[in-house]
């Protein structure tokens, strides 16, 4: 089993900047990890993946250039830093690990190639 806990969603506005983090923990060994946000009234939408070895990374087209996923796997912690935000970037954002091998060198965009997900963390961008 994996924990997935997230941190650092707030209120802020817009133009700001927030650090979301991502912290695992648990026996079974994890590759790819992703983050997704799901918005009042949306389905589940994926926002940013990275690779275990950090070497490939892919962004949604509406974050990309403003967010930046990075990950410490000696800390087993995934960062996403979101600048430049907009009220439409509102939403739960949960990360997500996958087991599958192919996320050692190849980050994951569907949420059905993740295994474990996290509870979630609020981000609110007022206008």
């Known amino acids: 089993q994996v924990q997935l806990v997230e941190s650092g969603g707030g209120l802020v506005r817009a133009g700001d900047s927030l650090r979301l983090s991502c912290v695992a923990s648990?026996?079974?060994?994890?590759?790819?990890v992703g983050w997704f946000r799901q918005g009042p009234g949306k389905e589940r939408d994926f926002v940013a993946a990275?690779?275990?070895?950090?070497?490939?990374?892919f962004y949604s087209d509406n974050v990309k250039g403003r967010f930046t996923i990075t990950r410490d796997n000696a800390k087993n912690t995934v960062a996403l830093q979101m600048n430049s935000l907009k009220p439409e970037d509102t939403a739960i954002y949960f990360c997500?690990?996958?087991?599958?091998?192919?996320?050692?060198?190849?980050?994951?965009?569907?949420?059905?190639?993740?295994?474990?997900w996290g509870q979630g963390t609020q981000v609110t961008v007022s206008s």
């Open positions: 648990g026996r079974t060994i994890t590759y790819g």
């Open positions: 990275i690779s275990w070895n950090a070497v490939s990374t």
């Open positions: 997500a690990a996958s087991t599958q091998p192919r996320t050692i060198l190849t980050a994951a965009r569907a949420a059905n190639e993740y295994d474990y």
